[in-house]
């Protein structure tokens, strides 16, 4: 669990990590950490590449707004998948090209959009990453599709949307964000390619 000023630090530090990497543009994505007294949420339109530490929402237990700037539009989202993952300390949102393009390719209820190609994939992200059909962001309709699917996943694609990944600590999640996008990318490349090697069920199941 994450202590509150170190969290607000790390949250502003890795925001600022991805979003000069290219992994969020603009306004896009949001992020948010479980406390042990609530949640801290990016707050709505603000861009990762440039938060106030001081002024990133915080969230109370019950997920009313308590301070800060107004949280993202998703905090169900994020609410959908803390509450599914309880071993889970942050998620991360985001719209990074190669894991969106997957994500506009993919159909809906696949579970596997992203076969196992590299090992660190299996071990960041695991054997499912689930797709959930289109929402407009921000509807709240969606939360009841994400928990379920949370679940079982640590990480899923919203359909024509983009990535959400959870992790146990900020770092973990902003790490395996990253694996993912990479393992997207791959995915890409190699799409169509016969010669293409894909690591077997036991080789998967060792890893897990
Ligand atoms: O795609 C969207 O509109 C949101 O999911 C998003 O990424 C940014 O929304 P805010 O966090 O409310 O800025
Ligand atoms: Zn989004």
Redesign the pocket.
């Given at each position: 669990m994450h202590d509150e000023r170190e969290a607000r630090l790390l949250l502003a530090m890795l925001g600022r990590s991805l979003f000069e990497r290219g992994y969020s543009v603009g306004s896009?994505?949001?992020i948010s950490v479980r406390l042990p007294d609530g949640y801290l949420m990016t707050p709505t339109n603000s861009c990762l590449g440039r938060l106030d530490p001081e002024r990133i929402s915080k969230l109370a237990p019950d997920w009313s707004h308590l301070s800060g700037d107004k949280p993202t539009k998703?905090v169900f989202l994020h609410r959908a998948f803390l509450t599914a993952r309880t071993d889970a300390g942050a998620i991360v949102?985001l719209?990074s090209t190669y894991a969106t393009a997957i994500a506009c390719l993919a159909v809906p209820g696949d579970d596997a959009p992203i076969p196992p190609l590299t090992p660190y994939f299996v071990m960041r992200i695991g054997r499912t990453l689930p797709v959930i059909p289109y929402y407009r962001?921000g509807d709240a309709a969606m939360e009841p599709a994400v928990h379920k699917a949370a679940l079982t996943a640590k990480a899923l694609l919203?359909a024509n949307?983009?990535p959400v990944v959870s992790g146990k600590t900020l770092t973990d999640a902003v790490h395996a964000a990253e694996e993912l996008e990479e393992s997207a990318k791959l995915a890409l490349l190699l799409r169509g390619v016969p010669e293409t090697r894909r690591l077997n069920a036991a080789q998967v199941d060792e890893l897990l």
């Open positions: 896009a994505g949001n998703e949102h719209h962001p919203l949307h983009g």
